[in-house]
């Protein structure tokens, strides 16, 4: 038994650390692909964030040296418009946003924030002007409230409120018994895949970060879910530079500028319209999950008839 005990009870630390790294889902994001080398320059300064432009200046990027990611990418997201970054799955896209946040360096190239190279300021200030709706939100064990407030604590209760309503979550939480006070995770409601990026997206609201990473959810919502929080995200990008990681294209037709990737390249760029008559990989891409869109949709009626 004693033999036992020592294992069980790394176990139980390793489990107990996981959970607790689980909770903040910025800090989740760094565990999965955090290089620990990465530290503040001596005498690092804030990032002073004034219109908030994003530039990518011919980024180079490779977790192994043997396999580039990236190799060569280059654009820049004006202050408050939205750029939408597409391609086939493993294209690097999620890859960006990492090495927006200061997660792993460039090999070669330059990431700046308003002029300022990110790999010369505070990484606390670096992330605390970004704000991340993450494909998947994990939830603290606690109320929604608190879930919420989160994005700013010393918001007051009608800024939560107000937060949950342009999120459009706050008529679903107003109809449970206990409202804000509800407890949600393990020990209470669970809440649905929709519900949840609805809840990370009022967090964000209340954070009210010049600059957004919206990394949208690969797994299939139902169509009424799926315009539910677009209209909600539609919002929190309002007047915000948006970088929107696309993994499904139905959120990227209104982006200001469409960038395709394509093993670790930038293969087309553009509008939505400019890149169907491109009738380019683009055009694929879209027409490819259209069809998919629509065999599912058949199949839907089809059960739903029987
Ligand atoms: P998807 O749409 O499927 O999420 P993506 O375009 O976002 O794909 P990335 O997550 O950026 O793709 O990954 C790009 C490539 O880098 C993939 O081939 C992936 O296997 C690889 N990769 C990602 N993270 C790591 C890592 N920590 N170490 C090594 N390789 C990695």
Redesign the pocket.
Known sequence: LIQLYQPLNFMGTVYREIKQATLDIEQMFSL??KDPEIQDKPGALPLRVDAGEVRFEDVHFA??PE?P?LKGISFTVPPGKTIA?V????????????LLFRF?EPNAGRILIDGQPIADVQQVSLRAAIGMVP?DTVLFNDTIEYNIRYGRPDASEAEVEEAARLAQIDRFIKSLPDGYATSVGERGLKLSGGEKQRVAIARTILKGPPVLVLDEA?SALDSFTEKEIQDALDRVSEGRTTLV?A?RLSTVINADEIIV?DK?LIVERGSHPQLLAADGVYAALWNRQRQVDEAKATLQRATAEE
Request: no cysteine.
């Open positions: 999965i692909g977790y192994i396999r990611i970054i391609g086939p799955s493993g294209a690097g896209k999620s890859t960006i946003s990492r792993y494909q690969t990681i993994h990737l670790g």
